[in-house]
């Protein structure tokens, strides 16, 4: 089975902070996904990556920043946490071929920003 | 546990019934569609997925029909179990946009009754 890992399931930050979200997969997948989940929004794309060293925005990506230095790893960034990026985050994997493959999800880190 | 959306719409039925949950699509270019299945604390579970080409599609106890007439698309769940009580979201592939990333739908939640 695929394993997507988000380092965290909760955490909680200071407006003005510098965060990072880490989140792993083990399937060797050349597609990862950032997205926020917040009540009746559904989940919304902040950036993508097809690629060591690639990345693309997302609707959403004001605010936020990524990087991925290996295959396995893409982490999201906020630098500097405002309270309206209080929110789920969920990280997700998929293979390339052709880009029509399901994404496999983590469980979400749920970050509250004080 | 945690709510994954306070505004969506619901569906409840009683345990055994078959549930139909639906989705509306907008872009008549979308290509392949996932259905996905959230529990409370959860990231969104891969359930199904289809083809523009195809019209159903059956797994385990679920059928995915896809009407491109109408950009309708259904999830049938038959024998609905307490265990299947969770957010449904519907998510396309919109390739006119040039993004091989998919878009969600807000989600409905199924309450089963038993």
């Known amino acids: 089975d695929v394993k997507v890992t988000q380092s965290s399931r909760y955490l909680v930050k200071r407006t003005g902070e510098k965060v990072f979200l880490e989140c792993v997969q083990d399937m060797d997948h050349e597609n990862m996904f950032w997205y926020r989940q917040d009540p009746g929004l559904g989940l919304r794309l902040i950036y993508f990556?097809?690629?060591?060293?690639?990345?693309e925005k997302g609707d959403i990506p004001e605010g936020y920043s990524v990087s991925r230095e290996k295959k396995e790893r893409f982490s999201l960034i906020l630098e500097s946490a405002s309270t309206n990026q209080t929110s789920m985050y969920l990280c997700?994997?998929?293979?390339?071929?052709?880009?029509?493959?399901?994404?496999?999800f983590g469980d979400g880190t749920r970050l509250s920003i004080l | 546990g945690e709510s994954v959306g306070l505004h969506l719409p619901t569906l409840s039925v009683q345990e055994g019934d078959n549930s139909i949950i639906n989705c509306a699509y907008s872009?008549?270019?979308?290509?392949?569609f996932i259905w996905y299945k959230q529990e409370s604390g959860k990231g969104p579970q891969f359930i199904i997925d289809?083809?523009?080409?195809?019209d159903k599609r059956q797994g385990q106890r679920v059928t995915v029909l896809l009407n491109k007439t109408v950009k309708h698309l259904s999830l049938q769940i038959a024998a609905t179990q307490p265990g299947d009580s969770a957010v449904y979201f519907c998510a396309e592939n919109r390739r006119s946009t040039g993004r091989r990333a998919l878009t969600f739908g807000s989600g409905t939640r199924l309450q089963v009754q038993p």
């Open positions: 997700a994997s998929s293979y390339l071929q052709g880009g029509d493959q399901p994404q496999h």
């Open positions: 289809i083809r523009s080409n195809m």
């Open positions: 990556s097809y690629d060591v060293k690639m990345k």
């Open positions: 872009n008549s270019a979308s290509d392949y």
